[in-house]
């Protein structure tokens, strides 16, 4: 049982439009999300964080929102570029003070930004 | 500050034969983690060490078992290996559960 899911495999967005990739999760001890963003043949790269005590962060062109009791994130990229092209994690983790603290990932979202 | 690196990049190997990874992670980060990559199935992750000790499992069979050396180094064995077994092996160092983990390039592991 999948406890981080991504339902879109892929994604292509427009240059310049916005990029929308959601994530939702099942263990309502989850605290803490992370997004990285792999390319082929290099190893995955973090790319923005939230804590469970936020609804949104927010770093230059990425946006993170967390719907808690919705048990759903989504990440924003404004505007897309080609660059961002790329396969796409969500990941979760708890609190070290509880035994959910291990990092789970989610399968990835395929972003494919079109010039 | 140099990256985390694994070796070696890509490795082939047949049924039955068993396979030691290799992990040198970030300096001054005490935890690794190691997460196995197959297409759909994302990031799995198999276990992480913090000062040597294995900290967390995730739910691999036995064949698969690692260790953490008094530098941080680390170490993944899978033995009686499967065609299953193929995939990208990626090793991750962090400070501590719940920062930003750093990921090696892989191990590109083929199983014939």
């Known amino acids: 049982d999948q406890q981080v899911k991504q339902n879109s495999p892929s994604l292509s967005v427009q240059e310049g439009r916005i990029s929308i990739l959601n994530c939702d999760y099942t263990?309502?001890?989850?605290?803490?999300f992370l997004w990285y963003k792999k390319y082929p043949a290099e190893g995955p790269t973090f790319l923005i964080s939230?804590?469970?005590?936020?609804d949104k962060n927010e770093d230059g062109r990425f946006t993170v929102f967390l719907n808690k009791s919705a048990k759903h994130l989504s990440l924003h990229i404004v505007p897309s570029q080609p660059g961002d092209s790329a396969v796409y994690f969500c990941?979760?983790?708890?609190?070290?003070?509880?035994?959910?603290?291990?990092?789970?990932f989610g399968p990835g979202t395929s972003l494919s930004v079109i010039p | 500050k140099a990256g985390v690196t694994q070796t070696p990049r890509y490795l082939i190997k047949t049924r039955g034969q068993q396979v030691t990874l290799s992990c040198s992670p970030i300096?001054?980060?005490?935890?690794v983690s190691w997460y196995q990559q197959t297409p759909g199935q994302g990031l799995q992750f198999l276990f992480e060490?913090?000062?040597?000790?294995?900290?967390n499992k995730g739910n691999f069979p036995g064949r698969f078992s690692g260790r953490q050396f008094s530098n941080s180094r680390s170490e993944m064995n899978v033995s009686t290996l499967e065609l299953g077994d193929s995939a990208l092996y990626l090793c991750?160092?962090?400070?501590?559960?719940?920062?930003?983990?750093?990921f090696g390039p892989g191990t590109r592991l083929t199983v014939l």
């Open positions: 263990n309502s001890m989850f605290d803490y």
């Open positions: 060490y913090f000062s040597e000790t294995q900290r």
């Open positions: 300096s001054g980060h005490r935890s």
């Open positions: 991750a160092s962090s400070q501590g559960w719940g920062n930003e983990q750093f």
């Open positions: 939230i804590s469970s005590i936020k």
């Open positions: 990941a979760a983790s708890g609190d070290r003070k509880t035994s959910y603290d291990k990092v789970i």
